[in-house]
């Protein structure tokens, strides 16, 4: 496999160290908590100094963000992005640091994320957020009734339409989340449910049924990255970031060409091909799942099956370890997942799993794994390939 990414010129760039905060049930903290407290933890895990940290990406909390993180965080940081694009915001942000370490521009960033957007409903110092608004291009589509989940709902429906997609393939992704949430002692939900415990449940918004959504949790966790020459100093093997791609496709359903095919398409063959890595070879996949659409849908743009074969995929238990931690629809969702689905597959790579340990056939830990974000209602994708060795 290759070592190193090939569309970059400077330093090699590795994660360095993850961590998660309390999540799940999280009542006596502020997000800002949770920020320190994922940061602090992932720093422990590298082994580094917080001295070495000279550049931080933070979004969704704060008028200045990440200004106001940074702050909090006693950081002074030379380098910022505070890239807001939904879901996909992290993995997007990983990109934009390992061409900013690669480049010279900083040495190690940190990215970091907290919300209490369960406990803030509980307390109601917030409501659910239906949609993102009504200002702007949304204002066309607002009076219709689109909200976040049936825009998603719509682009399920089409799929279904289009390849004969059904229910219970879709619920199977429900199942199989669960399945993996069951094995890990970090998952909000544990309990193992059936395809007709997902089918007869309350609908949402047609063809979602309750458990075809993601949890809501509260949350947090953060990733360091770092340049190649401070690996031999951190607490353990490098991860290194081998390839990434980004994209948006529209904001308006009027204005998405294929309610079928997610941006991922894009993102994905970007990170694959400078890695210079086949989907065929990625052992895992760590994928945005606020509905089971979403990772029928991202699996085919990424490459691991055919478009119109996600059902036929995913109904084929053990053919691609995905969301190996129960993923939102089961472990954790405070908001924007995607700097989670960086964490799990880390933990994958490094064989620290609290859960699910993916193993090749030989037994031996994954080499290679992808995380790939969604932003909005697939108005956006993120997709980071990330190797050993």
């Known amino acids: 496999m290759p070592t190193t990414s090939r569309n970059r010129a400077g330093r090699r760039v590795a994660v360095v160290g993850i961590s998660l905060s309390d999540c799940g049930r999280v009542d006596e903290a502020t997000p800002y908590t949770l920020h320190a407290q994922a940061a602090r933890r992932a720093l422990a895990d590298s ?70 957007a369960r406990a803030d409903i509980k307390a109601r110092r917030r409501t659910a957020n239906l949609s993102f608004g009504a200002r702007g291009p949304l204002q066309f589509e607002a009076p219709h009734g689109h909200t976040l989940i049936a825009k998603y709902a719509m682009a399920a429906r089409r799929h279904m339409h289009e390849y004969g997609t059904t229910l219970e393939q879709l619920a199977e992704v429900a ?7 069951a094995l890990n002692p970090e998952a909000m939900f544990r309990e193992p449910i059936t395809v007709d415990e997902v089918l007869d449940g309350p609908m949402i918004a047609d063809p979602f049924t309750k ?14 990255l770092a340049a190649e020459e401070y690996v031999p100093d951190t607490a353990k093997a490098p991860v290194w970031i081998l390839g990434t791609g980004e994209h948006v496709s529209h904001t308006t359903m009027s204005q998405w060409e294929d309610f079928t095919v997610s941006p991922a398409a894009v993102s994905g ?15 895992l996949a760590e994928i945005y799942d606020a509905f089971t659409y979403m990772t029928l849908v991202t699996l085919e743009d990424l490459g691991f099956c055919a478009k119109g074969e996600g059902g036929p995929f995913v109904e084929e238990k053990g053919r691609l370890p995905v969301n190996t931690d129960g993923g939102g629809l089961s472990a954790c969702h405070p908001g924007m997942r995607g700097l989670f689905l960086l964490v799990e597959a880390v933990r994958q790579l490094r064989g620290e799993a609290p859960g699910l340990q993916v193993r090749r056939p030989d037994g031996s830990l994954p080499e290679l794994a992808v ?15 990330l190797g050993r060795g």
Do not use: K
């Not at 979004?59 to 940081?77: F, K, N």
């Open 47 to 116: 082994g580094l100094d917080r001295s070495v940290i000279d550049g931080l990406a933070s979004a969704g909390l704060g008028t200045l963000a990440p200004v106001e993180v940074a702050e909090y965080l006693g950081l002074r940081p030379r380098w910022v992005d505070s890239t807001a694009v939904g879901g996909a915001t992290w993995e997007v942000m990983a990109a934009h640091a390992a061409d900013a370490i690669a480049a010279g521009h900083a040495n190690a960033v940190l990215l970091v994320y907290g919300s209490t």
């Open 175 to 181: 199942v199989q989340a669960r399945a993996n949430a």
């Open 211 to 224: 458990l075809h959504c993601c949890i809501r949790s509260d949350g947090g966790a953060a990733v360091l």
């Open 269 to 283: 063959r970007l990170a694959f091909e400078r890695a210079g890595v086949r989907p065929e070879e990625i052992d």
């Open 371 to 385: 995380a790939s974000g969604t932003g909005g209602w697939f108005c956006s994708s993120g997709t980071v390939v």
